[in-house]
């Protein structure tokens, strides 16, 4: 995988020096490409606990494969642990519907979420916010000759993208880095605990084929 960050201080560094303004060069990654380590709310005892692909099983050939591959919770303060398995539809596995503040496989709130702009910010994990970041921060932002399907940052919301938006959408994301770091129960943003912020994913669900 490409190193997101790298990536970014090598196109800033082309500027010069005479130059303040910050590039970023959008690459399409998909959301996908966050979901692997997604940060939510233990069932149990409300602490920060992850979820992960299920250990053990063999490397990703694809990253559409994190969307239906065997899951499970951890909770490092409560020792709780979930199992999430992809329903079968016809011999075929149905994926998860990425998006919005809560997670795809069971619909716990993210720990990474806060008020912005009247709106939610929220995110998967730390380098999901790296490119948030990068992408919110820089002057110019340009893309690849990608595919725009499924490229994370090209459906970012309007009010994300909102140049007038930036240092509140920042604040947020820094906010967020904080957050990431407060691990116990009560550390829990309000945000998190107003179940009225979900709204329904969207789009359709994509099918697989066994062997997970
Ligand atoms: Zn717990």
Not at 80 to 95: E, P
Not at 111 to 131: F, K, M, S
Request: charge should be positive.
């Amino acid at each position: 995988m490409l190193d997101v960050q790298a990536l970014s201080r090598k196109d800033a560094s082309v500027n010069g020096p005479e130059s303040p303004s910050r590039r970023f060069v959008d690459q399409g990654r998909p959301l996908t490409m966050y979901s692997d380590l997604i940060y939510v709310a233990c069932p149990n005892c409300g602490a920060r606990a992850q979820i992960t692909p299920r250990p053990g099983l063999p490397e990703l050939r694809y990253y559409s494969e994190l969307l239906y591959r065997p899951r499970r919770l951890t909770c490092t303060a409560c020792a709780a642990t979930r199992s999430w398995s992809a329903k079968q539809r016809n011999n075929a596995l149905v994926g998860v519907k990425l998006g919005g503040p809560s997670d795809p496989f069971f619909d716990l709130p993210l720990w990474l979420q806060t008020p912005c702009r009247g709106e939610v910010l929220w995110a998967y994990n730390e380098r999901h916010l790296d490119i948030l970041e990068n992408y919110v921060a820089a002057d110019l932002r340009e893309r690849t000759d990608y595919r725009s399907n499924g490229a994370m940052l090209s459906r970012l919301p309007a009010w994300m993208k909102a140049a007038g938006h930036r240092a509140d959408v920042l604040r947020a994301i820094r906010r967020l880095r904080i957050q990431l770091e407060q691990v116990a129960s009560h550390d829990r943003s309000a945000t998190m605990l107003d179940r009225t912020n979900r709204g329904p994913r969207g789009g359709n669900n994509y099918y697989f084929r066994p062997p997970y």
